[in-house]
């Protein structure tokens, strides 16, 4: 469509996407050759039919959103709700950082104080925040996830301290909000895509300093959900050495694609047999199903620690 509409009508529907997908438009628009009228006339029939079944409901929800509640409960209370509901909506400055490659944002954040860079790694991509913390030292590393992982909110001085920050290369950066980003989840999501060797230091090095929060990020790297993002060989190596009651129960708890992401991995006479289990079991309690999961995760996890598999930005699945 982008390319149909002509240079200056395309680049003012660009000034609305970010970073990731201008990047993905741009790519598949490189790729594209030879579209034929009948081609285009389709695609420029759907756009206006969807485009007509929408409505201007939600375009400009925040600011209506902050003018109720002002009206109704005042500057102060409303203030401490909106906070909350719209975390991380204004952003400006953190929003142009999402334009650097890792190795600019890198150079720019290392030598600030491990809690600045927390802050600013919890508002990023997983991937990108996962990629400024390979370029950085190894005790650094360590010290930012520890405190991304026991980040509860982010407090107006620290905010203050960010904008500083920002202000060396950014101008206009309007001033930001406090967000309930950070926690163990965000650390465990950024680990999940920097590499095993990365990883594992980064999560030895906080053991050493509170085993309990170790396990809890790792408990939280890779959930039964994630079984979708694991190649299909890595799933049937899974499979191989979980067994077929526990995989049952564990699978009446997950989503249709999971499911579908399981059954094709199998042979068809393995997939139906399964299918029949799945139907003719009556309900499970959630603690069992939640146990069940629990015991697949520890075989995809056992299985990534001896190679056989890889998890997170780990990239394909190694031979053995």
Do not use: C
């Not at 009556?282 to 996890?301: H, W």
């Amino acid at each position: 469509m982008l390319l149909s509409l002509g240079e200056e009508e395309a680049s003012e529907v660009f000034k609305y996407l970010g970073p990731k997908e201008v990047q993905k438009i741009g790519s598949e628009m490189s790729r594209v050759k030879d579209v034929s009228k009948e081609r285009i006339e389709a695609i420029a029939t759907e756009l206006i039919d969807t485009a007509e079944q929408s409505t201007t409901l939600g375009l400009d929800s925040d600011n209506y959103i902050r003018s109720v509640l002002t009206r109704a409960l005042g500057d102060d209370k409303a203030g401490f709700l909106l906070d909350r509901i719209l975390q991380g909506s204004d952003t400006s400055g953190i929003e142009g950082l999402k334009w650097m490659d890792p190795g600019t944002i890198a150079e720019l954040i290392k030598n600030e104080h491990p809690q600045i860079i927390a802050t600013i790694l919890v508002h990023l991509e997983r991937d990108l925040s996962a990629a400024i913390l390979n370029l950085f030292a190894e005790r650094l590393r360590s010290d930012v996830i520890l405190r991304i992982a026991t980040l509860e909110g982010i407090q107006p001085n620290a905010l203050a301290e960010l904008n500083d920050v920002l202000a060396k290369v950014l101008s206009g950066g309007e001033k930001l909000k406090k967000t309930t980003l950070g926690g163990i989840r965000t650390a465990a999501e950024i680990l999940n895509f920097v590499g095993g060797n990365t990883e594992k230091m980064v999560l030895d090095d906080i053991r050493e300093q509170d085993s309990e929060l170790s396990q809890r990020i790792q408990d939280e790297m890779f959930t039964f959900d994630n079984m979708l993002d694991l190649e299909d060989r890595a799933i049937q190596t899974v499979l191989r050495d979980v067994q077929t009651d526990r995989l049952v129960i564990a699978m009446k708890g997950a989503d249709e694609a999971i499911r579908e992401k399981i059954f094709k991995n199998m042979s068809n006479r393995a997939a139906d047999s399964l299918r029949e289990d799945l139907e003719s079991r009556g309900p499970v309690r959630l603690s069992e199903v939640e146990a069940a999961q629990k015991e697949v995760l520890k075989v995809v996890r056992r299985l990534a620690d001896e190679g056989q598999i890889m998890l997170g930005g780990g990239g394909e699945d190694a031979f053995v």
